[in-house]
T-cell receptor
Framework: QKEVEQNSGPLSVPEGAIASLNCTYS??????FFWYRQYSGKSPELIMS????GDKEDGRFTAQLNKASQYVSLLIRDSQPSDSATYLC???????????FGTGTSLTVIP | DAGVIQSPRHEVTEMGQEVTLRCKPI?????LFWYRQTMMRGLELLIY????????DSGMPEDRFSAKMPNASFSTLKIQPSEPRDSAVYFC?????????????FGPGTRLTVL
């Protein structure tokens, strides 16, 4: 079983819609959760971090965490073509520990 | 403040040659990670350092790979001898200590092609 699982997609949504990206993890000791965005040919870019159960909002992005279900998601409201990228979920246990990355979900926002 | 710096950005070499990739982490960050990314295998952690000390190198494919971090501002990843299957994008990331865990910031990557 992989540490972090994501649907590879591709996920396609029309411009203006809500994109929902999901991630599950296997280690119940995980404490910190991150979403990275990676454009084709570029490096991963941190867009959200979440540490507590519930929702965390930052602009059009909302991260949701449910530790009991070992589930973390990213919602992108009012999706734009510029959101088209691969989104990587990452988890870690504590400071100084390695990150475990999912394989990423490819998102395409159709104008 | 400058981000993570990697050099070279592109490297094309022939099988059997030695390849050295370089990374300068963000100042003040105390952890450093080397990753390899391919279409087939995604993002793989090769090795990571805390306070310049290697913590986990279990991701290093084989003895042909080695990494060093002689000081807080510089790290190298060396492949000797290189093979075509080593062709990938190699990322360096540095970690900012946070309240709960580090936050990793990635460099631009080195695209390695071994012919």
């Amino acid at each position: 079983q992989k540490e972090v699982e994501q649907n590879s997609g591709p996920l396609s949504v029309p411009e203006g819609a809500i994109a929902s990206l999901n991630c599950t993890y296997s280690d119940r000791g995980s404490q910190s959760f991150f979403w990275y965005r990676q454009y084709s040919g570029k490096s991963p870019e941190l867009i959200m971090s979440i540490y507590s159960n519930g929702d965390k909002e930052d602009g059009r992005f909302t991260a949701q965490l449910n530790k009991a279900s070992q589930y973390v998601s990213l919602l992108i409201r009012d999706s734009q073509p510029s959101d088209s990228a691969t989104y990587l979920c990452a988890v870690t246990r504590y400071t100084g520990n390695q990150f475990y990355f999912g394989t990423g979900t490819s998102l395409t926002v159709i104008p | 403040d400058a981000g993570v710096i990697q050099s070279p950005r592109h490297e094309v070499t022939e099988m059997g040659q030695e390849v050295t990739l370089r990374c300068k982490p963000i100042s003040g960050h105390n952890s450093l990670f080397w990753y390899r990314q391919t279409m087939m295998r995604g993002l793989e952690l090769l090795i990571y350092f805390n306070n310049n000390v290697p913590i986990d190198d279990s991701g290093m494919p084989e003895d042909r790979f080695s990494a060093k971090m002689p000081n807080a501002s510089f790290s190298t990843l060396k492949i000797q001898p290189s093979e075509p299957r080593d062709s990938a994008v190699y990322f360096c990331a540095s970690g900012h200590p946070g309240e709960v865990a580090d936050t990793q910031y990635f460099g631009p990557g080195t695209r390695l092609t071994v012919l």
